[in-house]
T-cell receptor
């Protein structure tokens, strides 16, 4: 049982490049979410999903796309990287139970130069 | 929409001092409430939770009580240790039955530093 696995752990991109941050969970969780965490700031929700085929925007969705074709995977796509997207990205998953609580991955540290 | 407000930090305490970190929320319906902890250089770990009014969540000496009348979920610990130094986040989960269900909303986080 690996929990929530994020890859890569570190990435450097050039402005304008695109890439996909991978997130997979093996707990059969219906809920999955992506957050970004910037220095001195809390966690801001980018996109979330309550099941395969269902996604919704969070607070800061611009510049990011998601899809949820399977229960296990929830990739985050950066369409055209910008320096403002330099951040640490966390993926998380949860059951729909009221007390489920989200389980977080270890994060991807992304730098856009 | 739903929101969470935490007390401003940073909080600096001496070992064995009493800790309170205030958290209040705004939500429709009956959300579940959580405290998460983030140790330096690590991801977030669930510290404790409460799913209904008057529930008390507890773990590792930390406690928080779900107070619906004051829309609060304050974190407390009777005697902090140096190893408790971390960032603490209050969060609420929108339950099924309304819009934005499944969404976990965080407060801004409170940095706690405990000195020997």
């Amino acid at each position: 049982n690996a929990g929530v696995t994020q890859t890569p752990k570190f990435q450097v991109l050039k402005t304008g490049q695109s890439m996909t941050l991978q997130c997979a969970q093996d707990m059969n969780h219906e809920y999955m979410s992506w957050y970004r965490q910037d220095p001195g700031m809390g966690l801001r929700l980018i996109h979330y999903s309550v099941g395969a085929g269902i996604t919704d925007q969070g607070e800061v969705p611009n510049g990011y796309n998601v899809s949820r074709s399977t229960t296990e995977d929830f990739p985050l796509r950066l369409l055209s990287a910008a320096p403002s997207q330099t951040s640490v990205y966390f993926c998380a998953s949860s059951t729909p139970d009221r007390g489920g609580g989200y389980t977080f991955g270890s994060g991807t540290r992304l730098t856009v130069v | 929409g739903n929101s969470v407000t935490q007390m401003e930090g940073p909080v600096t305490l001496s070992e064995e001092a009493f800790l309170t970190i205030n958290c209040t929320y705004t939500a429709t319906g009956y959300p579940s409430l959580f405290w998460y902890v983030q140790y330096p250089g690590e991801g977030l770990q669930l510290l404790l939770k409460a799913t209904k009014a008057d529930d008390k969540g507890s773990n590792k000496g930390f406690e928080a009580t779900y107070r619906k009348e004051t829309t609060s979920f304050h974190l407390e610990k009777g005697s902090v240790q140096v190893s408790d130094s971390a960032v603490y986040f209050c969060a609420l989960l929108t339950p099924p039955g309304g819009t934005s269900y499944g969404k976990l909303t965080f407060g801004q986080g409170t940095i706690l530093t405990v000195h020997p």
